[in-house]
């Protein structure tokens, strides 16, 4: 019935079919081989309960782990691993939970793609992300509900859809950041025949996936993982729970759990990059920090394969080391998740002032945002009471991922409202342009293209009692330095704030919602079209802060010119030209009635060889072009 398979642990990570080198995997012959690490405990077995019941000692090996071959068991057999205390856990490598989170895991098939090329994805500068969250954005609400939507993310130029977190979490609603089975993928999403199918299908069109991963802490519910081994550490408290154990004794394992899982979603389903989530939670003394073994270990995995792999992380620190080459003392990343556009963006747009805005508002802080990436780069924060962040390197800015609207910045509000709920057209156009045209890698969330007004709450489903209770809690004191009254927080467990997160595709067709997906096309357009933005860097940024406007230039074979308005009123303005340009042309402008705008900017003429003159209209934007003089 059984039969050891000694393996030396340092080779796990291409030991296995598509490096699946933990949990449960279908042999060919028809048997399945099953590896946990419990160092933990001296025996272990596994216990099979369909489609026979039968319960089979795993062989323990060296580092505390312990496996074992079940013989006429494939696909479809659902497992726990029963500990030498008694207790019968799923799998840590769970790849399916059909059951939710404590109930058996299931043996799932690898793919058979035999000598198909790679994928390959753009490069990061090259990216433009569309995030979305898969139980909101259909009315499915599975990754089959994403499918038909795609042809309208590639007709309006998005790169790679990145998808919120899908490893398997409590109930059937949640963000994704309370999962609890790293390898796996949500049963009620599709589970992984789901996603392989969507990342198939998104391929096929040319575009790439990003997954949300997260890696700084696990969800509170169904979290098994500490039954087996010391995954987990009481040296560090992250403000989600316990931190895990990247640097302690025992912390290799951790480490190659973790890295095994990303691999697992690379060979096996597909994924193009990683959104790390959270890194700087990611509490690591040693000398190589897991971030950096993280990125080369699946940068070397992708160069074998013949495909690319994006890792970027999302920090609240502004360290530029995050991205830095690892020969230059930094850790390696591709890129980085940036708060610092969209504070200076939304703070300018809407007048908030509270909580984290109170560091924002000013036209110099956006304008430092476009020059250099970072508002804080060893600046004074007046929110944290200390300065924060350091410089970016030259023309890093090319390396962040930044947004106007995203999970967090919507969700985290008490009402979880969009942008298109408190500005006017003209300010949602404006927004649009500012993202677009600047020099960071921009990151569209669901439903932003056409000015979606439907809320993106924060839900869960647990079924802990006490657990719910302390979600409410902790929403209600998160948003005291926010103003923020208790009775204008949905209730994160009622079925109607997840309901009315929902994504409502009829709008995306009215007119007026049709106009603005019609400019993001549009800019989306130029910016891949227009040579100008391959340098990723500024090479002037300038306001006028009487009249509220920010002018930026980009330079290539001809100079791109872009202004913002952020007055109230129309205003000229005088643009000097480089010399040796000739007339400027307009390339776009926010005002033009193909997108309901009301057609009040003009490019007015000068006289002048090396000036122009333009009005713009309130909150608008206009692109010029400068030709070079023959």
């Not at 793919?111 to 090329?117: E, I, N, T, V």
């Not at 500490?226 to 931190?243: I, K, N, V």
């Not at 160069?303 to 609240?316: F, H, K, P, Q, T």
């Amino acid at each position: 019935m059984t039969a050891p398979v000694p393996t030396d642990p340092a080779s796990w990570l291409d030991a296995a079919p598509g490096g699946a080198s933990l949990g449960a995997v279908a042999l060919p012959d028809g048997h399945a081989l099953f590896r946990v690490w419990a160092p933990l405990h001296e025996h272990v077995s596994v216990h099979v309960q369909r489609p026979v019941d039968v319960v089979v000692p795993l062989v323990p090996l060296s580092h505390g782990y312990h496996e074992v071959i079940v013989e006429d068991v494939s696909v479809g057999a659902q497992y726990l691993f029963r500990l030498s205390s008694g207790e019968e856990c799923p799998d840590p490598a769970s790849r399916l939970q059909p059951m939710g989170v404590h109930g058996p895991s299931e043996i799932v098939a690898l793919r058979q793609d035999g000598s198909a090329p790679r994928f390959v994805g753009p490069e990061l500068a090259e990216s433009v992300f569309y995030e979305l969250h898969v139980g909101t954005f259909s009315e499915q609400g599975t990754f089959a509900g994403v499918i038909p939507h795609l042809d309208q993310l590639v007709d309006l130029g998005v790169t790679t859809v990145e998808l919120m977190p899908v490893s398997q979490f409590p109930g059937s609603r949640n963000w994704g950041y309370d999962g609890v089975f790293p390898w796996s993928v949500q049963a009620s999403y599709g589970g992984p025949a789901g996603l392989r199918v969507l990342v198939d299908e998104c391929h096929a069109r040319g575009l790439a996936v990003a997954l949300d991963v997260v890696y700084n802490h696990l969800g509170p519910d169904g979290n098994y993982l500490g039954r087996f081994g010391p995954y987990f550490t009481s040296r560090y408290q992250t403000p989600w729970g316990p931190a895990l154990n990247f640097d302690g004794p025992f912390s290799d394992e951790v480490r190659r759990y973790f890295i095994q899982s990303a691999i697992h979603f690379f060979s096996e389903l597909k994924v193009d990059a990683f959104r790390l989530d959270a890194v700087h939670a990611i509490l690591d003394t040693t000398a190589r920090p897991f971030l950096e073994d993280f990125a080369e270990t699946l940068h070397r995995r992708a160069a074998a394969s013949g495909g690319r792999v994006l890792v970027i992380g999302e920090s609240s620190l502004n360290d530029p080391r995050l991205i830095r080459p690892v020969s230059r003392g930094g850790l390696g990343l591709d890129g980085q998740w940036s708060d610092d556009f969209h504070h200076a963006c939304h703070a300018l747009l809407t007048g908030e002032r509270q909580g984290y805005y109170c560091d924002f508002g000013a036209l110099s802080q956006l304008a430092a945002a476009y020059r250099s990436g970072f508002v804080h780069g060893g600046q004074r924060s007046e929110f944290l009471q200390r300065a924060h962040g350091r410089a970016l390197d030259d023309g890093a800015a090319k390396q962040l991922v930044v947004c106007t609207q995203n999970h967090d910045q919507i969700g985290n509000r008490a009402r979880g409202d969009r942008l298109a709920r408190s500005l006017s057209p003209a300010q949602q156009r404006l927004a649009a342009g500012l993202l677009l045209l600047g020099p960071s890698v921009p990151l569209l969330f669901m439903g932003q293209e056409w000015g979606e007004t439907a809320p993106f709450a924060y839900f869960t489903s647990h079924e802990n009692a006490e657990l719910a209770r302390a979600v409410r809690r902790g929403r209600v004191e998160e948003f005291i330095a926010f103003g923020w009254r208790a009775e204008e927080i949905p209730d994160p467990q009622d079925e109607s704030t997840f309901r009315s997160s929902r994504l409502d595709w009829t709008r995306a067709a009215e007119p007026s919602h049709r106009a603005l997906f019609e400019l993001h096309r549009a800019l989306l357009r130029l910016r891949r079209e227009n040579p100008a933005f391959q340098s990723g860097r500024f090479v002037d940024v300038e306001i006028r802060e009487q009249q509220k406007i920010l002018i930026s230039r980009l330079r290539s074979a001809e100079e791109l010119v872009a202004l913002f308005s952020f007055s109230g009123q129309t205003e000229r303005v005088e643009l000097p030209v480089l010399a040796e340009a000739g007339r400027g042309h307009l390339l776009l402008d926010s005002e033009d009635p193909r997108w309901l705008g009301q057609g009040e900017n003009r490019l007015v003429g000068t006289g002048s060889p090396h000036a122009v003159t333009v009005e713009l209209a309130p909150n608008s934007f206009l692109v010029l072009e400068m030709s070079r003089s023959t």
